[in-house]
């Protein structure tokens, strides 16, 4: 049984569909990536799943039940960390957390020792008792990451928790995210960091203007692109125009054309040394091709016909 599950959820404000009847599910042991530029809707959907915000239509499951036929059975459930940091920058880590054990509906002693157990694999220890104003940002995080799993809740919803740190502190919450999933967490995962859905995600769901355009593992998506054989060529493609070169879109799907380069994905299952041939025989001078596998860039880039770079 998955431990969130979404179906058709939609939620419109005024003229904008920030989400428009989006589905999927997530398994205990998973991470799902909702990966999407900023304004894709990442944020609305997660408040919907927490119940901050009510869906316009469609329906929310938490561990097998609607949310709202009992918001406070599956808050239980669920720890939620937000993008914008909710801790009191004038009380310690420790203070922190055991404020949010409390909220949680932990006993003070349950709270405390919780506390410390996070603490320690959280590496936080020895900053325990200082006032959170005094941490880095990336301990800043941390905290507020620690601050949902008081609980041990099933489902862990994360809103771009490494937005804005540097590269050893984002490394460091990878890890703990990872050890999550390793005892059998339940993680929504969104991002705009192309990077993180790759090596982090088992699964990913693409999210652009409120809609969900694809999903699958890495290798599946991929696949839409044609598995392994994307090919970059570099050449003079100023006044190239490929839609009237013979046959070439039987055989070739654009991905992406500038001045300089064409990237395109081979169509069906010739292999690659016959597409390479092709290739040579356009009617521009190739002066370089490489064959390189499809990144989720190439994907998003062919889903929505722009870049979604870091
Ligand atoms: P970001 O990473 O920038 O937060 P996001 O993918 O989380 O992006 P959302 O915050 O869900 O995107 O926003 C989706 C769309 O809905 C955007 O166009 C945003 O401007 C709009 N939106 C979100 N909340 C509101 C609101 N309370 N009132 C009006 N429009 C909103």
Redesign the pocket.
């Known amino acids: 049984m998955s431990h969130l599950k979404i179906e058709h959820l939609s939620k419109t404000?005024?003229a904008?569909r920030?989400?428009d009847a989006v589905s999927f599910e997530v398994r205990p042991g998973e991470i799902y990536g909702l990966l999407?530029?900023?304004?894709?809707?990442?944020?609305?959907?997660?408040?919907m799943i927490s119940g901050l915000l009510k869906p316009d239509a469609g329906e929310v499951f938490v561990g097998g039940k609607p949310f709202w036929s009992n918001p406070q059975q599956a808050k239980r459930i669920m720890g939620v960390v937000p993008?914008e940091l909710a801790i009191y920058e004038e009380l310690s880590g420790r203070e922190n957390l055991e404020f949010w054990g409390r909220m949680a509906g932990l006993s003070s002693s349950e709270a405390r020792s919780r506390a410390v157990e996070l603490l320690e694999s959280l590496t936080l220890t020895d900053r325990a008792k200082d006032a959170v104003k005094t941490y880095s940002g990336g301990m800043k995080r941390r905290i507020n990451l620690g601050c949902a799993l008081l609980h041990r809740p099933k489902l862990l919803l994360l809103?771009?928790p490494t937005v804005g740190i540097d590269p050893q502190a984002r490394l460091n919450i990878l890890e703990f995210i990872r050890n999550l999933r390793a005892s059998g967490t339940a993680i929504l995962y969104?991002t705009?960091y192309l990077e993180e859905a790759e090596t982090l995600c088992q699964r990913i769901g693409i999210?652009d203007h409120?809609r969900l355009l694809a999903e699958g593992t890495l290798s599946e998506l991929q696949e839409r692109l044609g598995g392994d054989r994307v090919f970059v060529l570099e050449a003079d493609f100023k006044d190239a125009s490929p839609d009237n070169w013979n046959g070439f879109h039987q055989r070739f799907r654009i991905i992406q054309k500038s001045e300089r380069q064409l990237v395109v994905a081979a169509v069906g299952t010739r292999d690659s040394s016959e597409c390479l041939k092709d290739l040579l025989n356009l009617p521009v001078r190739v002066e370089n091709v490489t064959l390189k596998r499809p990144s989720l860039n190439d994907v998003f880039l062919q889903l929505t016909g722009r870049e979604l770079r870091e």
């Open positions: 404000f005024g904008i920030a989400v999407g530029p900023n304004g894709a809707g990442k944020t609305t959907t997660i408040s993008q809103d771009e969104t705009h999210i409120g």
